[in-house]
Each structure stands twice: as structure tokens, then as C-alpha cells.
């Protein structure tokens, strides 16, 4: 498990490092950009030391809750997980960070009140940013601490992300109105530019 979490945390790392620094500077004379730049950087160091150490408070919440003992190759086949009110907390955010990141089948993952707090939900929105070819796409985050770090990444991922079709953060007090409307611009954005592709809407963002 600990060989599958390196190996997993590497390859994040090869696909971040790159598209952190290969940006022209230019990029970076807009506050949005280098604050969001700072956020991939930051999880990208947070995914080395905690993922290995994640994926094991997630298997063990998992097994507490099915009763029976689960292997990271089991987590790794669900296509549907709800860890709702299971006590999570900024580790096992990372150990999900690592199943976004690793999983080739997982499609819904539901993770509300649970405490994973605002560098949790960053760290798994910022997996998923690094994966566009992700098969994930309903991420429901109602009640979980995140706040302005999740919310610049989130909003990236409402952006500009090709595979994610539902993004619920509901009742996170710590995420004020102007985050709010960053989110929902962006997802007008995208509206408005699929519609002028002849695309239909792809993407619902609840609030």
C-alpha cells in the first residue's frame, strides 16, 4: 500500500511540477493565478508526505463502516463511495486526494459532514485538477469545512475541468459570498461557452 501511495504521489507530482512551472510569467502578474499556483504547489508537497498515511485512515474508516476488512485494490474498484458523517479528517482527505488521483473506476465520491477541513477538500480537488482523464464526476462536499484555498481550486475545476458533472459544497460556512460568486461565474462561463460551441450545460454546481 505504501509502494501504490508513492507511486501515486509521484506521478501527481510529475503532472503538476510541469504545468506550474512551464507557464509563461505573464500568467502570474494576475493574483487569481499565482494564488492558485501557490495552492497546486502546496498540495502537490502535502500529497508526498500524507498520502501514503491518508489511503490507511480511509481504508480503516471504510472496513469500520462495511464491517469487514478492505484492501486498496477493493477501494480502488468501487465506482461509487459515501463516507457521509464518518468523522474524516485532514488525513483521510488526503487519503482520498490519493483514491481521486489512483482510481480508474470510482464515479460519485460523497464525503459531506465530515471535518476534512479547508486544506482537505483543496488537496482533493487539486488531485482531480491533475487528472482530466478522471472517471470521477459527482464530488458532493456539503459541510466540510472547505473554504478560500478550496475555493480557488474549485473554482478551476468548474472552470476548465472536461469530466466532472456535479459539484455540491452546501452549507461550508467559511466560504463567503464573493467565493460564492467566483463559482458561479465560472460556471456560467463554461455554460456560455459551450452553448456558443452548440454544446449542451455539463456541469451543475450546488451551493
Known amino acids: 500500500m505504501g509502494d501504490a501511495a508513492l507511486e501515486a504521489a509521484d506521478g501527481f507530482l510529475r503532472g503538476m511540477v510541469p504545468a506550474i512551472a ?3 510569467a505573464a500568467h502570474y502578474n494576475l493574483n487569481a493565478n499565482l494564488l492558485h499556483a ?21 481504508l480503516a474508516n471504510w472496513s469500520a463502516q462495511e464491517k469487514e476488512a478492505k484492501s486498496l ?16 479528517d485532514l488525513t483521510a482527505a488526503y487519503g482520498c486526494a490519493a483514491l481521486v488521483y489512483l482510481s480508474e473506476n ?8 465530515n471535518p476534512l477541513g479547508d486544506a482537505g477538500v ?32 474549485m473554482t ?35 455554460d456560455t461557452k459551450r452553448k456558443q460551441a452548440g454544446l449542451p450545460k455539463d456541469l451543475t454546481l450546488i451551493l
Do not use: C, F
Request: proline share 2%; net charge neutral; no cysteine.
Open 22 to 24: 512551464g507557464r509563461e
Open 38 to 58: 501557490i495552492d497546486e504547489a502546496v498540495s502537490a508537497a502535502e500529497a508526498v508526505e500524507a498520502w501514503s498515511m491518508g489511503i490507511e485512515a480511509l
Open 73 to 88: 485494490g477493493m477501494l480502488l474498484r468501487v465506482e461509487s463511495l459515501d463516507l457521509t458523517r464518518r468523522d474524516l
Open 106 to 113: 470510482l464515479q460519485t465520491l460523497i464525503l459531506s459532514e
Open 122 to 153: 483543496a488537496s482533493i480537488g487539486t488531485a482531480l485538477a491533475a487528472k482530466p482523464r478522471a472517471t470521477l464526476t459527482n464530488l458532493i462536499l456539503d459541510r466540510t469545512g472547505a473554504g478560500e484555498r478550496s475555493a480557488r481550486v
Open 156 to 190: 478551476r475545476l468548474v472552470a476548465t475541468h472536461p469530466t466532472l458533472r456535479k459539484l455540491q459544497l452546501r452549507s461550508n460556512v467559511a466560504l463567503d459570498q464573493e467565493a460564492k460568486d467566483q463559482m458561479l461565474l465560472a460556471e456560467r462561463q463554461r
